[in-house]
């Protein structure tokens, strides 16, 4: 499974867009990007994923790259109930149940 | 509502006891997880389970042992020979098959005192 780079923290303005940046350079063409946030003391909850194409739910947006290099996780509005760790994975579509989650970035939304 | 229900919240177990942390979803997923957390750091896999009567080990099973006797309940057991127990305890399940998306109960702390 590719490995994922992500920078430690972030800092975003309340009502501005949230764009979280991950790096993997390694992914293979079978591999999926998913992304998970994770509040304080609580479990991680599923935000979206993507394989090529560009993805977009209720949450967010996810954009990745043509080379499927990098990735980029957009909260279009940020609020305060943002302030999370969110973790960027790539998942193998076979062969694996191995999610590896990293220390992923931590998001502050500020007031 | 559906769910991964991880009781007890808040677990505290005196050194040299085991313990045991429950599991339970009503998703009818087939696959389930143990992972572990320390404060700052990101999820290690202890344990997976791609069906009933099945487990495999994952990158720190030392110290610990599930049993999957049924399709809704996975529990967990931190042994007394897990040198460093404390820590946050997160169950999860995923339907059958690689590459599905995995969904979290709400953890345990686990604090040896």
């Known amino acids: 499974d590719a490995k994922t780079t992500q920078p430690p923290s972030m800092d975003c303005a309340e009502g501005r867009a949230a764009n979280l940046p991950c790096n993997h350079s390694t992914i293979s063409g079978n591999e999926y990007v998913y992304w998970y946030r994770q509040i304080h003391s609580q479990g991680p909850q599923y935000i979206i994923h993507?394989?090529?194409n560009n993805e977009t739910n209720e949450m967010a947006s996810l954009i990745i790259t043509e080379d499927r290099k990098s990735s980029t996780l957009i909260l279009p509005h940020a609020t305060l109930r943002d302030t999370a760790v969110y973790y960027c994975i790539a998942l193998r579509i076979s062969g694996t149940y191995k999610y590896i989650f990293g220390t992923g970035t931590r998001l502050k939304v500020l007031a | 509502d559906g769910g991964i229900t991880q009781s007890p919240k808040y677990l505290f177990r005196k050194e040299g006891q085991n313990v045991t942390l429950s599991c339970e979803q009503n998703l009818n997923h087939d696959a389930m997880y143990w992972y572990r957390q320390d404060p700052g750091q990101g999820l290690r896999l202890i344990y997976y389970?791609?069906?009933?009567?099945?487990?495999q080990k994952g990158d720190i099973a030392e110290g610990y042992s599930v049993s999957r006797e049924k399709k809704e309940s996975f529990p967990l057991t931190v042994t007394s020979a897990q040198k460093n127990p404390t820590a946050f305890y997160l169950c999860a399940s995923s339907i059958a098959g690689s590459g599905n998306t995995i969904y979290f109960g709400e953890g345990s702390w686990l604090t040896v005192v």
């Open positions: 389970s791609q069906i009933v009567n099945d487990f």
């Open positions: 993507g394989l090529k």
